[in-house]
């Protein structure tokens, strides 16, 4: 019987992997070493040949060099991370900024511009409006609100049409769940794609990927990760991916190189040893976010929640666009507590079981206060615009018992004193 389409989940298991390499070892062990000794110095000028992009002779494969450039643990970790999204090739990096700020630097050149969707990640933000812009990039933001037409236009303002290079979303919007439509983006670069100038759209898939979110499969050329989040999972490494077509992810690679920002062999094995539950955790940690947010719904302290399982009622009309774009509600959450920031602070105070940190996608429930912590950096304006306000608490939902959540939850809520109940 052939068996040709097997899951990803259960390719985290082995895929990749030869025992025969490494003494028989079930498990891929970690090769803590800086460089790799050759054969013979002929294997060691093949090998270097290879690297700068010459074919090998008579069939012969790389081998292994030196750490910065490949190292058994990133390269099979890289044969895993491809797998979810159906990408050709994945690159492993050191942090989620770094996957972002190498893929960014290898296709943008001094007067392109960079459509971007607004918010995103304040890193992101701060690297394209702080750095990029240093460097001669044009960049421009639109809304998830916005429509085709209406990003058209913003792009034609710029007098720079034809130099647009890359357009970045981060899809839902941090933290408020607000939904870009990939394919719209993909129209967009299509249109202003020539013959030697494809415009790329490049999609941060942390939140929702990459169980529930596929953008290769919706028309985005690269895919990249913050593995920190919810590849990672258990809020103890940092690092980050990009995943697509070999011939852009081979050029991502070779950036990549030189800027020293890959992952390092301990991480990588930690992620492969996360990639084994990716599936289990984040799909526990889906449910329960459905509990948590259907008891924030119904409670008289709470104002607005922020779900993506609330998109047909919160705002239908991205509702077609959730239908094509997503799998599942994912386990993100903000909700508006009735006051501002003291209630705010007050509910955060008191949680007993959720942390209070920022970050998402751990075993573990997360909570803080996007206004005065991971948005803090946004103009208060444009807080106002994208209902970023003091009212609001994010909840990265992990996978406790939800009872213990909601039991967590209910007394804090219990604790706020409402000072500046709605009238
Ligand atoms: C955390 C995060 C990043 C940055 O990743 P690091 O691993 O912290 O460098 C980028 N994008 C999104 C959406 C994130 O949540």
Redesign the pocket.
């Known amino acids: 019987m052939s068996h040709t389409n097997i899951s990803p989940e259960t390719q985290m298991l082995g895929y990749g992997y030869k025992p025969e390499l490494s003494e028989g070892a079930v498990k891929c062990p970690i090769f803590q070493t800086s460089t790799f000794v050759f054969k013979n110095a002929e294997a060691g000028k093949a090998f270097f040949e290879m690297a700068h992009g010459k074919p090998g002779h008579d069939g012969e494969e790389m081998g292994l060099i030196y750490s910065r450039i490949n190292n058994p643990d990133m390269e099979i970790l890289e044969e895993r991370l491809k797998l979810w999204d159906g990408g050709e090739m994945a690159a492993a990096f050191s942090?989620?900024?770094?996957?972002?700020t190498t893929t960014l630097m290898t296709f943008l050149s001094p007067g392109d511009v960079l459509l971007y969707s607004n918010p995103?990640?304040g890193?992101?933000h701060k690297l394209i409006h702080h750095i990029l812009t240093n460097f001669g990039i044009e960049v421009v933001g639109f809304r998830a609100n916005q429509d085709l037409k209406e990003v058209e236009q913003m792009l034609l303002e710029t007098g720079h049409a034809k130099r647009l290079k890359m357009i970045f979303v981060?899809t839902p919007a941090?933290p408020t769940n607000d939904i870009i439509d990939i394919e719209m983006c993909r129209k967009i670069a299509d249109k202003y794609s020539t013959a030697d100038n494809k415009v790329l759209v490049t999609v941060?898939n942390?939140?929702m990927g990459p169980l529930w979110q596929h953008p290769l499969k919706l028309g985005a050329d690269i895919v990249?990760y913050?593995?920190?989040?919810y590849i990672g999972g258990h809020s103890d490494v940092?690092?980050?991916a990009a995943v697509g077509s070999k011939e852009l992810v081979g050029s991502i690679k070779k950036t990549r190189t030189f800027f020293g920002t890959m992952i390092d062999p301990h991480t990588s094995w930690l992620l492969m040893r996360s990639l084994e539950t990716l599936k289990v955790r984040m799909e526990a940690a889906a449910l329960n976010a459905e509990k948590v947010a259907d008891y924030l719904l119904h409670h008289p302290k709470v104002e607005k929640v922020y779900y993506l399982g609330y998109t047909a009622v919160n705002k239908p009309e991205q509702s077609e666009i959730f239908n094509k774009q997503y799998l599942s509600n994912g386990a993100m959450l903000s909700f508006d507590i009735a006051g501002g920031e003291h209630e705010a602070f007050a509910f955060l105070n008191n949680l007993k079981h959720i942390k209070l940190a920022v970050?998402?996608g751990s075993t573990e429930s997360l909570a803080e206060h996007p206004a005065s912590m991971t948005h803090s950096d946004v103009p208060y304006e444009e807080k106002q615009e994208l209902n970023i306000t003091d009212k609001m608490v994010r909840i990265s939902v992990g996978i406790e018992n939800y009872k213990d959540l909601i039991w967590d939850i209910e007394q804090a809520l219990e604790k706020v004193q409402v000072h500046e109940m709605a009238v």
Not at 226 to 229: E, F, G
Request: proline share 0%; glycine share 12%; aromatic share 8%.
């Open positions: 942090s989620g900024m770094s996957a972002i995103l990640y890193g992101t981060e941090n941060d942390t939140y990249l913050s593995a920190t989040k940092i690092a980050g970050s998402l």
